[in-house]
């Protein structure tokens, strides 16, 4: 087996002391453990981490991304409130 060197916040440092203790394994054996299950599979992407902000919006135009600009101008928007 190889060894790494990693630098961690004090704060994790403590979790995995505490519960390397708590659990009577040593810290090395916490971090393996916290490092298989956070990667079960490939490496997460961008798109992963913004999926749940993809979809269907109620209340748009049709054809709002094709014809964004009269869009924009129909419902005035960026224009300067007056007063």
Not at 49 to 78: E, F, M, Q, W
Request: glycine share 8%; proline share 7%.
């Amino acid at each position: 087996m190889k060894t790494l060197t990693v630098r961690l916040p004090d704060a994790l440092v403590a979790e995995i002391e505490a519960e390397s203790q708590a659990r009577k394994v040593s810290k090395s054996d916490v971090v393996r453990e916290r490092l298989s299950v956070a990667a079960p599979g490939a490496p997460s992407s961008s798109l992963s981490a913004i999926s749940d902000l993809i979809g269907i919006v109620d209340g748009l135009p049709p054809g709002l991304s094709a014809d964004r600009k009269t869009a924009l101008k129909a419902t005035h928007y960026g224009r300067k409130r007056p007063g």
